[in-house]
């Protein structure tokens, strides 16, 4: 292995078994997720907005509030979002247990990495019926 190699694996290890940088990550992920939704509603609002289209007719009733579902970013805003979740949950399981982060378990998280629920479980975080739900739909 080359010493460059060695020690760009050396920073990851340190990073990934620092908990605080799950976090930071769980933050900026869930940041971006906001701005996608925030980004999406206004383009819904304004259609045509993006991409360079053009909208030739336009009308709503002046009294209509449309319903902020994230618009056309909605799908990509989950799935960051679900990342945001995972990097929370995987913060959480490194500070109780910094032994899991080793040279062997870099390339990929023992189990399931992404599934939330099972993250959530062994991250002993309690979650409601609905919560479980909402984290399985984030999942599939």
């Given at each position: 292995m080359t010493n460059k190699h060695e020690h760009?694996?050396?920073?990851?290890?340190y990073t990934a078994?620092?908990?605080?940088?799950?976090?930071?990550?769980a933050r900026t992920l869930r940041q971006a997720a906001e701005d996608l939704w925030l980004s999406g509603n206004?383009?819904?609002r304004n259609p045509g907005s993006e991409l360079g289209a053009t909208v030739l007719a336009?009308?709503?009733?002046?009294?209509?509030?449309?319903?902020?579902?994230?618009?056309?970013t909605c799908d990509v805003c989950f799935m960051v979002f679900g990342f945001a979740l995972e990097n929370?949950?995987?913060?959480?399981?490194?500070?109780r247990d910094p032994s899991l982060v080793s040279r062997a378990r870099l390339k990929s998280w023992h189990g399931s990495g992404h599934d939330l629920v099972a993250l959530?479980?062994?991250?002993?975080?309690v979650i409601s019926t609905e919560e479980h739900q909402t984290l399985d739909a984030l999942h599939a």
């Open positions: 760009w694996l050396q920073r990851v290890r078994a620092e908990p605080t940088s799950w976090l930071s990550h206004a383009h819904s336009n009308w709503t009733s002046p009294d209509f509030v449309p319903t902020e579902t994230g618009g056309s929370l949950a995987k913060g959480i399981i490194v500070c959530f479980s062994r991250a002993a975080i």
